[in-house]
């Protein structure tokens, strides 16, 4: 920006730096998206794997000899009701308790479904690859692997 254009009225000065603070988001930290898949995994994640382990697959033992299936059992319905949460409103119960919510990256809004599908996928092989997962604590904008491969992006309320 020129100082003639603001002076001469081509460019309102205001307008301007209020357009470069809104397309800043402000990104929600390492610590708040933790505490989110923490409470998520305890919520979430866990009756499903209670109900999968000991009531579908019978034992911990018949779980460990078909660990393939039961894992299977396991992301199949934890896919589904993540996806459920985060299309309606963008924030899951730990993302709630955060007061933090997922955007597109495109259009600043809660993302499609096919989107967090994708990203949910993506985000199984973020955690098997550890490196997704590490390289959101050397971000400037705190994203993993799942959210540059989706587009997406966390920010606080």
Known sequence: MR???VKQKKIDFKQ???????????YAGVFDKTKAFITDSFLLATPIIYIVIYLIMGSKENFG??????WAYILVPLCIVVVAFLSKSGQTPGYKSQDIKL????TGETPSVVLVFLRFWFFIISIVSIVGIVMMFFRK????????LSSTSVVKL
Not at 16 to 26: G, I, S, V
Not at 103 to 106: G, H, L, M, R, T
């Open 65 to 70: 000899q078909n660990m393939l299936l039961g």
């Open 103 to 106: 955007i597109d990256n495109k």
């Open 141 to 148: 904008d705190k994203k993993a692997l799942h959210d540059i």
């Open 3 to 5: 100082w003639r254009d």
């Open 16 to 26: 301007k730096e209020k357009k470069q603070n809104q397309d800043q988001n402000d």
